[in-house]
């Protein structure tokens, strides 16, 4: 079973420009979460999409957005990128049946703004 | 709101020792607890996970860790570490129904030959 692929795994972008990264879950898993890791901030949720719809969100900016599509598959995008936006980028798929909620991670997309 | 707690920051320990990493949370209900290993520049690789049932749970690479509710600790132990278990290691606490989970802060071990 293949696991969850982010991609692109690096991109170098420029302030005021804006991204989308993207995530592809394990094959059947509904719920893709997205994180940002950070040395000074640890691991932040971002948001959650199941079956296409935004679940959960963390308290981020309005320039962090995402989307689910029909297959499960996930973007995110940022917009107007500050340097303070360089991070790895983390998805997490997830299958919730019978409540196991445990999160499969991809290797993360590491973004730099310059 | 549940949140958690690693104490330790960083871990320095002689291969062959033993191990543990501490892990508090903080949640109102019955909690689904994790513990997860980063490799640097990698993604996160789950190592064990407690929804219910048995406290003393054993996961891959040799890992157990235990729950103990009274305590509100799920603290990861290994009987004799490796070289290759140096990496940061992180605990989390899930929501029933949700793909969501907070993550503590990390603790990053070292392995000394």
Known sequence: KAGVTQTPRYLIKTRGQQVTLSCSPISGHRSVSWYQQTPGQGLQFLFEYFSETQRNKGNFPGRF????FSNSRSEMNVSTLELGDSALYLC???SLLGGATEAFFGQGTRLTVV | AQSVTQPDIHITVSEGASLEL????SYGATPYLFWYVQSPGQGLQLLLKYFSGDTLVQGIKGFEAEFKRSQSSFNLRKPSVHWSDAAEYFCAVGVSGAGKST????????VKP
Do not use: H
């Open chain 1, 65 to 68: 957005s995402g989307r689910q």
């Open chain 2, 22 to 25: 501490r892990c508090n949370y």
């Open chain 2, 103 to 110: 993550f503590g802060d990390g603790t990053t071990l070292t």
């Open chain 1, 92 to 94: 997490a798929s997830s």
